[in-house]
């Protein structure tokens, strides 16, 4: 028979991070983690290009919340507990430090996800977390007042267990059938394909301070816009995907989008274009470029307003200005599906929030069962911000193991 004090069930970011310090605050428990592949902590190693983005520079609790569709207002109490400061402190106190770039991502100086990576596996090692890998986990139940984890390798009996294990189905579905109720997941975290004659010729240009929205919906964003070989990528696209995550899967992600490329009203832009008709008499449209934007935008939706290669200033009529201003900042895309935002898969669903204990992670339901990490019904914006809950949620629900 296997006895440990506590079962993580999960061998991901959360899982290791709550060990780790459940093992510290109380080394008289035996803590087990049971991982189902060869290795753990996949999802770090590919996070942020392989840099691992570990949080973001954001340190008040009530702005840092506003960057979760889902988890919002739970998440307020457990941010006063253990912060993106204190993220930092705990990796520098383990001799990991992080740098902070101009988005305010968050990153080791060393540039490498692994070194995330090799600090769990010591700090696990030196506090004696027993790591099993190849445990595939098949079941939970109760058993003379204990939890037993039965796995594809044997039973774990446990006083505690925290379950961990990120967007896993299987274990949703096992949750499900201890009574949990499981919010059915979707994507979360995606960019939008477009197929636009306007875009098709010029991947890779970056258009600064855009503003989208949905049309027909309410949703809307602001921030780079990045066009990419199949559509729109970058935070503008990403936030609309992450807070419009519901209602734009049951649009089956075919919808419309309005982007103004300049942040400025239509009539605003098309006096701007009608003062440069007059101090650009006579020089080509096409070839200055105006408001800022990429040259090879510029030239696009100077095509698109039916605006010659060879055509001046002077000679643009009312109706080509009109067109170009709509273009500038009423551009209307089709978009017609989905693509993985680099290799993040992050969705939204889970377990439902009102069943779990935020002072804790316990559930509501079963006594000693906690969660950490996208197990539950929370997710983020791009940025670090799914690291940050993964690390606060583990935190706090490991302090209350420990005791």
Known sequence: MNKAD?????????????????????????????????AGLQKVKISGGGRCNVTHAEFIPQ?????????????????H?????????????RGVSLKIEEDG????????????IDCFLNEAKKHQVEVKYEHVVKGVTKQDGA??????????????????????LKLWKLLEGMGHTIVKPVPSLFTF??????????????????????????????????????GFSAPAILKLSAFGALELAKLDYKFQIEINFISMAFADCLAELKGLKKDLAKKKV???????????????LVKASQIGGHEIWADVNKAQLESLAQQLTKAAFNVDGK??????????????????????????????????????????????????????????????ISK
């Open 193 to 230: 394909n477009v197929k636009d004659e306007r875009i098709k010729d010029i991947p890779g240009v970056v258009a600064q301070n855009v503003e989208v929205s949905v049309l027909g919906t309410n949703l809307e964003s602001q921030g780079p816009l990045l066009i990419t070989h199949v």
């Open 147 to 168: 939890w037993c984890v039965n796995t594809s390798k044997g039973d774990f009996f446990a006083n505690k267990i925290l379950v961990a294990t990120g967007s896993s």
């Open 339 to 400: 693509s993985t935002f680099k290799e993040e898969f992050v969705t939204a669903g889970g377990v439902d929030l009102k069943e779990v204990n935020f002072k804790t992670f316990e559930s509501k339901l079963h006594k000693n069962l906690y969660f950490a990490g996208e197990v539950l019904n929370i997710d983020a914006v791009t940025g670090g911000f799914n690291f940050q809950n993964a690390w606060t949620g583990a935190y706090v629900a490991a302090k209350h």
């Open 6 to 38: 506590v079962v993580i069930v999960g061998g991901g970011a959360a899982g290791f991070f709550a060990a780790i310090n459940i093992a510290t605050f109380n080394p008289k428990l035996r803590v087990v983690v049971l991982e189902r592949n060869k």
């Open 63 to 79: 702005d840092l919340v506003l960057n979760y569709p889902r988890g919002e207002k739970e998440l307020l109490g457990p941010f």
């Open 105 to 116: 991502r968050m990153f080791p100086e060393s540039n490498s996800s692994q070194t995330i």
């Open 286 to 300: 096409i070839k200055f470029t105006q408001f800022k934007l990429p040259k090879r935008l510029w030239q696009q």
């Open 81 to 93: 507990q253990f912060m993106t400061g204190d993220t930092i402190a705990w990796f520098e106190q």
